[in-house]
């Protein structure tokens, strides 16, 4: 499916791995100029390499408001306006929530939360001039779904459930699309460091807390990015024009909520 958005510029934050990876490569395959920021230039030069000569890169943790605000200034140098941008980022610490000290916490926000704060206020002028603009925000199941092992990203990211909301309301007049994906159990670097976690815990093999996880989950395996990757870009086309506010689950059904 072609989703009109061709020579259109996307940003996608921490995108030499993982889900963010497959989300650029996804995009660039629909014709988007994406820049991609990562904080080394090693696994940036890999993620060029895959996604192809569309891709653009940038050292930058997204944690450092000014690693952004240099990010965002050299894409329009290179690129132009942003058109679309995907917030990402690793997760906070694991562990129990007794176990967590103010750093951790702190350290949780600042990279999960004013990250996205921070870019959607460095892309918005310029989208608002345009009239035009699709953000999304990969955030997690356990916004909807809090885990035991994960009591900083399941309390922050359940707030950015109501920072989409708010950002839908407040921009959509412009043209602004804002949505959230929320990814359940997807094989990446991530996963795996909860299946070490999880070994260390049980006593099995990484392998065997790798498919206890893919268990869980009624489709009966993980995810693999590209799988997270897809809703991502459609979220960004012009056929998803009139979906926005929305926290969607991309997990296999495992959530159980309603």
């Known amino acids: 499916m072609d989703f009109g958005i061709e020579n259109k510029v996307a940003m996608v934050a921490a995108g030499s791995k993982g889900i963010g990876l497959s989300v650029a490569k996804a995009l660039a395959e629909q014709g988007c100029s994406v820049s991609i920021c990562g904080r080394t230039e090693a696994t940036l030069a890999s993620a060029k390499t895959e996604v192809g000569a569309r891709c653009h890169t940038h050292v930058a943790d997204v944690a450092v408001a000014a690693d ?19 917030t990402n980022t690793g997760g906070p610490p694991a562990g129990s929530i007794d176990s967590m000290t103010d750093e951790q916490w702190q350290t949780g926000v600042d990279s999960t939360l004013f990250n996205v704060i921070r870019m959607v206020r460095l892309a918005l002028p310029e989208m608002k001039q345009m009239g ?12 909807t779904e809090p885990s035991l092992m994960l009591p900083i990203s399941s309390t922050i990211r359940a707030g950015l459930v109501a920072t989409t ?81 929305q926290s969607i689950a991309v997990d296999g059904g495992i959530n159980r909520g309603i």
């Open 68 to 86: 952004l605000e240099t990010w965002f200034d050299a894409v329009r140098s290179e690129l132009g306006v942003p058109e679309i941008l995907v």
């Open 132 to 143: 035009w603009g699709r953000i999304v925000h990969i955030t997690s199941l356990v916004a």
């Open 165 to 245: 909301r708010i950002q839908a309301q407040e921009y959509g007049p412009f043209g602004i699309t804002v949505n959230a994906v929320l990814p359940g159990h997807t094989l990446t670097d991530r996963q795996r460091h909860l299946a070490h976690l999880n070994s260390q815990k049980l006593g099995i093999s990484m392998e065997e807390a790798l498919a206890n996880q893919g268990r869980q989950v009624p489709i009966g395996r993980l995810a693999d990015p590209s799988e997270i990757a897809a809703p991502v870009a459609f979220l960004c086309s012009q056929q998803a024009s009139y979906i926005s506010g």
